[in-house]
């Protein structure tokens, strides 16, 4: 009788559930930034050089692209979703960006259309989500490839020459000695911060990852939501894309292949649950900079590519372990 | 005739539940057995202890003789015991034949599957039963009725000496019906013991041969059909005094706030009711007359196929729940834990989140608005939290139950349509949502309550509207509140006794 069950589920379980909760949630909450604390510690003892400012620096400098995805990516898996075309938007971006300053076109028009290009891609995620009822994973897996194809097909295959220093600077300019990329990613953290605890928006990304259904009983358009969110995705990404373009001087049809999985790994490990509905952005930073220095320290130390694969990976599975760990049966 | 299936001393508590109380009850062989019993009479345990989907407290069960000790559904099967539950566990992508023998299929030498075989034995189980379906027919493409007999060839091919059949008539047409009475007489002439659940009383005059009646998780009595009557089953089945208080009405019933007209969707067939300011209007039937469902339409949370709602007189177009809410309706729904609060978040959260944008109007979410909000609901429905970042998953059936109240009432629900509001929660939590409810009608909200308890719907209703097969049965005003009325129009018996429209 389900009368029962839901009783059997009402009172037995929830004092346990709570004292548990409560180390597990500690742990969820701070564990990242001791493992980012241990990773810095264990690099600085094994190199001289890791813990210069310089060495900072280009840390930070290097995780700014997928630092930025990872914001947009947060406001996707909270609500329970996932992009895998990020990547592939990052180098749609940057190809078009560059084509277009290589044709002559103003700067600010090359940026714009870039950046249109990455609405156009969230929002088409979230139609084919809403209105043909599939899957996120599914629906980014094929955009990811479509969008690498047209990636390639905006330079037949090869990279375009030619920025102008005005774009230039967003990916190698200074402000006050830091990196903009840097400053432009901590903007996107913090903008993504105060939208996902300060506003109404931000509420609803969290309780329709919590209960979408639930969430729509309670009034809000879900729909509508998801396009928000997908949009806020492509965006972020293109404006990623225009970064690494600006940084490496090119527009690379190559440009951000592979990403999208250092961002999910960023995103996981900062606390995010694949399940939606839990996580936080300055966790994610952390996440983010864990990526940053892994790769860092790893190169530092001569730790071949191959095997600098084989711990990213393992880093991505640990941290979806644990998030099954934590909020896996939690949730209902 | 001798005893198949003996159950004695069969017991089973929940936490703060007895489902069944020591009993009793044995079964012959060939005879058809009907248990008959309201919602949460305690029919499914009975029957989820004899398949062993659930372990008993105490008693034994013999089959034939023999003990069964520790089993579950797998070995009753093997035993000769099945069960076709109103949802039937086929594979809809399988062929029929690979249902019929899924988990039992016939091997060649070599592990090869014995495909013509098991068609052929297919077909003569089904030619026995009277049908000619074909066993290579994709099980996905066949009729409910059609569905329902390869569920009852499969249990034939396993030699089921004991088969239980809960509603099997629910989803079927008048025509398949009868086609199920014959195929159930032929299993019975081949010795096999029917255990036939149905609210339909005249379906177990036509069929069965005994009657086992239940009532809060006691077996009421086991009667000879021959020798008992409709009235005397009924009458066994409510058999309970209305016991408890409920908080009297003091509401001056006012003006129709809300109706709906000729609501058509599936389970739907055609719900027209109104409901007046102040008013607490029951909504009763059975499981599957299409109360949720009517009140989710209401709430446009399912898609209306036609039919209007209307507000204070006028049309109005409720397509989502955001619509509904704005119009001041509310849905305290059934299933609580997945559709009514969001068990991961806290106390404030909920209570404020289907009214959001009323809390902060600005362009950031006030969070002191919002844990103004959350303390005044918390003790205006006295809410028992720790505090209010409490996750709602720590509180009990109950608190939560006002969680959900709660966010309606920050909305400023003019209407709010209760689903079962005192499932699952205990009985002190039970009067508190009453003495709430009546204290919202009093305020002249206009409620709506669907409940399957019958003294909680009577207890609380100003009016009382019976669905029966997706249509209005009836309708009771407060002179004629009777069990036995709304149990016999909900059963589909027609209404004996005149009522008239309480006006």
New interface residues.
């Given amino acids: 009788?389900?009368?029962?069950?839901?009783?059997?589920?009402?009172?037995?379980p929830?004092?346990a559930?709570?004292q548990k909760?409560d180390l597990v949630t500690v742990l969820a909450q701070y564990g990242i930034y001791l493992a980012l604390v241990i990773l810095i510690l264990f690099f600085a003892s094994q190199s001289d050089v890791f813990l210069s400012k310089d060495n900072g620096l280009n840390i930070l400098r290097q995780v700014s692209v997928i630092g930025i995805c990872a914001v947009g990516m947060t406001f996707v898996m909270l609500t329970g979703g996932i992009d895998l075309s990020v990547g592939s938007v990052i180098g749609v971006s940057g190809m078009v960006c560059a084509t277009l300053v290589s044709l002559g076109f103003p700067p600010i028009v090359a940026v714009a259309a870039a950046m249109t290009f990455g609405a156009f891609a969230g929002l088409l995620s979230g139609f084919i989500i809403n209105v043909l009822n599939i899957p996120p994973l599914i629906t980014t897996l094929g955009l990811m490839t479509a969008f690498r194809g047209i990636s390639f097909m905006i330079g037949g295959g090869l990279p375009v020459y030619g920025v102008p220093d005005s774009i230039k600077f967003l990916g190698q300019g200074y402000i006050a000695g830091i990196p903009v990329p840097v400053i432009l990613m901590v903007l996107a953290f913090i903008a993504g911060h105060?939208i996902l605890?300060?506003?109404?928006f931000?509420?609803?990304v969290?309780?329709t990852g919590?209960?979408e259904?639930?969430?729509?009983?309670?009034?809000?358009?879900v729909k509508v939501l998801k396009y928000k969110i997908y949009l806020i995705g492509g965006v972020l990404a293109a404006f990623a894309g225009i970064v690494l373009m600006a940084r490496v001087n090119s527009g690379q049809p190559k440009g951000g292949q592979g990403y999208e999985l250092d961002i999910i790994t960023a995103v996981v490990l900062g606390g995010v649950s694949i399940f939606g509905?839990?996580g936080r952005l300055t966790g994610v930073i952390a996440g983010v900079l864990i990526m940053g220095v892994l790769a860092n320290g790893m190169i530092l130390l001569n730790i071949d590519e191959y095997v600098q694969w084989v711990v990213k990976g393992g880093v991505l599975l640990a941290a979806v372990a644990l998030d099954q760990f934590i909020h896996g049966r939690?949730?209902? | 005739m001798t005893a198949l299936l003996e159950l004695n001393g069969l017991s089973k508590s929940y936490p703060g539940v007895k489902a069944l109380l020591p009993f009793d009850l044995s079964f012959r062989r060939g005879e058809v057995h009907a248990l008959l019993g309201e919602n949460g009479a305690g029919k499914s345990t009975l029957i989820k202890t004899i398949t062993g989907a659930v372990t008993t407290d105490s008693g034994a069960i013999r089959l034939d003789g023999l003990e069964l000790t520790g089993h579950d559904p797998a070995m009753s099967l093997d035993r000769g015991i099945a069960a076709i539950y109103q949802e039937f566990s086929l594979f809809p992508e399988l062929t029929v034949a690979e249902n019929v023998f899924y988990g039992r299929e016939l091997r060649g030498p070599g592990g090869f599957l014995r495909r013509r075989r098991m068609e052929d034995e297919t077909a003569n189980v089904l030619r026995d039963l009277g049908t000619d379906i074909s066993p290579r027919a994709k099980v996905a493409n066949l009729s409910v009725g059609h569905q329902q007999l390869v569920e009852l060839a499969k249990s034939v091919s396993r030699d089921a000496k004991v088969l239980i059949m809960d509603e099997p008539t629910a989803p079927l047409t008048n025509k398949e019906v009868e086609f199920l009475y014959a195929v159930v007489g032929k299993l019975k002439a081949r010795g096999v013991t029917i255990i036939y659940i149905s609210h339909r009383l005249k379906e177990i005059f036509d069929l069965c041969d005994r009657v086992t009646v239940m009532r809060d998780g006691a077996l009421i009595s086991t009667l000879e059909i021959a020798s008992t009557s409709e009235a005397e089953l009924v009458t066994l089945m409510v058999g309970r005094p209305v016991d408890q208080e409920f908080p009297p009405s003091t509401a001056r019933i006012g003006e129709v706030v809300l109706e709906a007209q000729n609501l058509v969707a599936p389970k739907v067939n055609d719900v027209s009711l109104h409901v007046r300011a102040g008013e607490i209007l029951g909504l009763a039937g059975l499981v599957g007359a299409g109360r949720t469902e009517t009140a989710r339409l209401i709430f446009g949370a399912d898609t209306l196929i036609s039919g209007q709602i209307r507000l204070d007189g006028q049309n109005v177009t409720v397509r989502t729940p955001r619509d509904a809410i704005a119009h001041g309706i509310g849905l305290i729904p059934e299933d609580r834990k997945h559709h009514g609060v969001l068990l991961g978040m806290s106390v404030t959260f909920n209570t404020v989140y289907a009214a959001l944008k009323q809390v902060s109007p600005g362009l950031f979410a006030n969070a002191m608005a919002e844990r103004a909000a959350g303390e005044k609901y918390r003790d205006q429905l006295r809410i028992k939290t720790p505090n209010l970042e409490q996750l709602v998953v720590n509180l009990s059936g109950g608190n939560q139950q006002k969680v959900v109240l709660a966010k309606w009432l920050l909305t400023g629900s003019r209407v709010l349509i209760f689903d079962e509001p005192t499932r699952g929660i205990d009985v002190g939590a039970k009067q508190e949502i009453y003495g709430l409810m009546r204290e919202l009608s009093n305020a002249g909200v206009a409620i709506v309550m669907i409940s399957s308890e019958m003294p909680e719907l009577l207890g609380m209703s100003d009016r009382v509207i019976v669905l029966c097969e997706g249509r209005v049965a009836g309708e009771l005003g407060k002179a004629d509140f009777d069990q036995e009325k709304v149990l016999r129009l909900a059963s589909g018996l027609g209404n004996e006794g005149k009522t008239d429209e309480h006006e």
């Fill in positions: 009788m389900s009368t029962n069950e839901t009783l059997l589920g009402g009172n037995v929830a004092h559930k709570r909760r105060i605890t300060h506003t109404v931000g509420r609803q969290y309780g919590g209960n259904e639930a969430s729509r009983l309670s009034g809000v358009n509905g839990v939690g949730k209902t």
